[in-house]
């Protein structure tokens, strides 16, 4: 047993992504005063992911760039932040974690493991010159596929993928999506916005096809050199980026008993079925407008995190957020709020900026796609958040202002 904190407060937290960083700062802000050691597998202090697809892959950001804080900061604060160091074990009676061949005590514990990608297709495997792209590793090897005259298959339509196919379009390479589903962002967006996006990468020459998938690979001295379709299209690569979803990373809460169903189950205030623990991030299934819902995105991981730190200070509150999401391709932003899910109606709406989609349930506005209109996008944003019910007749109607709408409602 180290003995390090033997007998002492202890929080450990399992992770060293955004939500890790945002518990701890949380928990120090909060007047924890305590022992706090963040565990990474990666060797670097907790960073920003989303920026790998976008700003880092166009060499716009240095790696210092996307570190959340300096790493001496961490120190200042008296966050032990131990890197390269997977945690392999967790004993919620002994309240010991396994790491490195030595057992760490810890008094509670938070779990902010967030996702890894989802398996590689079988074809796939062994074969140089296939990536992903979620950790900085990734992207630093993806970046020296990046040329002009190169031609990079990117199998997956979702926001990494587009977001890839969007920065190696722009750097000159030749690029093609393929899109297992009938068409991209099919499982985040209606059929208009994908409608959008499409005709985006189309006019920067990206070759999109949906309803596809992988049939064969050939390889050529153990590198992939082409890819046949399931329609019998034969596509020639250099490089092939699968981007088909990630898996919440459970395997550590499972094998320590704990509940997981599509990630870490936790209730409103982030605390797992087992008591002393906690889980906040990618990582975790919590309760939201009753139905059990795990959120990818910077926002969940920022603000569960927060209200789970908060608990853990026994400053018990309730997590109901409005969710927040966005993607950089090209010169679009494109900018969401609410969750879309269950949705039975969209209507769409141009403006002098841009175009928006307000998604409706049962005649009340739930969320809305922004497609460079971020006046309509804090807008909306600011509607949901008050609660102000927003009705379908009303924003099919012609004279409807978002931002008038707003200030009614806030008034």
């Excluded at 020296?144 to 390479?173: H, M, N, S």
């Excluded at 991209?184 to 949906?210: K, N, W």
């Excluded at 409706?360 to 008050?386: C, H, P, Q």
Aim: glycine share 10%; with cysteine.
């Amino acid at each position: 047993m180290d003995q390090k904190h033997a007998g002492e407060d202890h929080i450990c937290i399992v992770g060293a992504g955004q939500a890790a960083a945002s518990l701890a700062l949380r928990l120090r802000h909060g007047g924890y005063s305590g022992a706090l050691t963040l565990f990474g597998d990666e060797p670097h202090p907790p960073y920003q992911r989303p920026p790998l697809s976008k700003a880092y892959l166009k060499r716009e950001w240095t790696v210092d760039r996307l570190y959340l804080r300096p790493a001496e900061f961490w120190s200042g604060i008296g966050v032990d932040v131990v890197t390269g160091a997977p945690v392999t074990a967790i004993d919620p009676v002994a309240r010991t974690l396994e790491v490195g061949g030595r057992k760490v005590a810890w008094t509670k514990l938070a779990l902010a493991t967030g996702t890894r990608p989802r398996p590689l297709p079988p074809e796939f495997s062994g074969l140089s010159g296939v990536y992903e792209l979620r950790g900085l590793a990734d992207a630093d090897r993806l970046e020296g596929e990046i040329r002009p005259g190169r031609r990079l298959l990117v199998l997956g339509g979702g926001y990494v993928g587009l977001e890839t196919a969007a920065v190696a379009a722009k750097a000159g390479l030749t690029v093609t999506v393929v899109e297992r589903a009938a068409r991209i962002l099919e499982r985040v967006a209606c059929a208009e916005t994908s409608d959008a996006i499409r005709a985006l990468h189309a006019g920067h020459g990206v070759r999109i096809l949906e309803g596809r998938s992988v049939a064969g690979v050939e390889a050529r001295d153990g590198t992939v050199a082409a890819v046949t379709l399931d329609d019998g299209t034969r596509l020639e690569v250099d490089a092939v980026l699968v981007g088909i979803g990630v898996l919440p990373r459970d395997e550590l809460a499972r094998a320590a008993g704990l509940t997981c169903e599509n990630g870490i189950v936790v209730d409103a205030h982030g605390r797992t079925s087992v008591p002393g623990m906690w889980a906040a991030g990618d990582c975790a299934s919590f309760p939201f407008q009753g139905l059990p819902t795990r959120l990818e995105s910077v926002q969940n991981a920022v603000d569960q995190a927060e209200c789970a730190a908060d608990d853990m200070l026994g400053q018990t509150r309730f997590y109901a957020p409005v969710p927040w999401f966005w993607s950089d391709q090209y010169d679009m932003k494109l900018q969401i709020v609410g969750l879309n899910r269950g949705y039975d109606a969209v209507v769409r709406r141009h403006s002098e900026r841009g175009e928006s989609l307000w998604y409706f349930r049962e005649g009340r506005m739930i969320a809305v796609d922004a497609l460079s209109d971020a006046r309509t996008y804090m807008a909306a944003k600011k509607l949901l958040e008050a609660g102000a019910v927003v009705t379908l007749d009303e924003v099919a109607a012609e004279g409807f202002d978002p931002v008038a709408r707003m200030k009614r409602a806030a008034a």
